[in-house]
């Protein structure tokens, strides 16, 4: 078998392996009989919790959760810098947005999206009345965000992934929506630390986070645990 051969039947069995691995399915959904506060559904060995529906409002936005979540130290952790373009995903009453608007200007822009018309109402209202123009509100769906291709720098989920009902195609629109270079960042309650009084479909480990990011084009840049309820998983969009 002459050189030009052997090339050419290496480049076929290359190709043949490349289609193969666009073909692999993503992890599929299994449906389960449904738990206390989960939905009867279950991604990569865990049951994806219910979600806290607009009527907990009041909640997000009580008097004592800056101290209880020391909210400070997640935006010192984000970094943010004035002209990014950060998508909240699963923005809720805005608490979070109205906190990091300030940090991105002048010249960036809070997208804050939730999948809950009336919760939609209830951030527009708190968006309106705390006057910051640089916060754009949208309705989004179950299974995508749509934002632009390569249009946002960070997409940050505030105790929202674990509620996802479809973890992977939202992922899969965040990673098409994401500059090069573009962190996620995961912000779940710790499923390690039993002294964190959250329900335990509402928390997840670090160990979940690294796993369900992993199938994705991500690298884990880092965690960071200083804050007492909640761990901060940031990942980076690879080359």
Do not use: C
């Not at 290359?14 to 738990?35: D, E, F, M, R, V």
């Not at 960042?185 to 964190?196: L, P, S, T």
């Not at 840049?221 to 909640?230: A, G, K, M, N, Y």
């Amino acid at each position: 078998m002459n050189i030009v051969r052997v090339i050419s039947l290496f480049t076929l069995l290359l190709a043949a392996n490349l289609t193969l691995a666009q073909k692999t399915p993503p992890p599929g959904y299994i449906s389960i009989p449904a738990s206390a506060d989960g939905i009867g559904k279950r991604y990569m060995d865990r049951e994806i919790s219910g979600v806290m529906g607009w009527q907990g409002a009041a909640w997000l936005e009580r008097d004592k959760r800056e101290r209880e979540e020391r909210t400070d130290l997640l935006l010192d952790a984000l970094a943010l810098q004035p002209g990014m373009v950060i998508a909240d995903i699963g923005a809720g009453t805005g608490y979070l947005s109205r906190r990091m608007a300030p940090l991105v200007m002048p010249g960036g822009k809070i997208i804050a999206l939730d999948l809950q018309p009336e919760m939609v109402n209830i951030l527009q209202a708190e968006v309106k009345r705390s006057g910051l123009a640089q916060i754009e509100v949208r309705l989004g769906t179950v299974d995508d965000i749509k934002l632009a291709k390569n249009s946002i720098d960070m997409a940050i989920m505030l105790d929202v992934y674990h509620e996802l009902a479809y973890p992977y195609e939202v992922l899969s629109s965040i990673m098409q929506a994401l500059k090069p270079r573009g962190r996620i960042v995961f912000v779940e309650y710790k499923a390690e630390d039993a002294r964190v009084p959250i329900k335990p479909l509402h928390k997840m480990s670090e160990a979940q986070i690294k796993r369900e990011a992993s199938i994705f084009a991500l690298g884990w840049e880092r965690t960071v645990s200083t804050l007492p309820w909640q761990h901060v998983v940031i990942f980076r969009k690879k080359e």
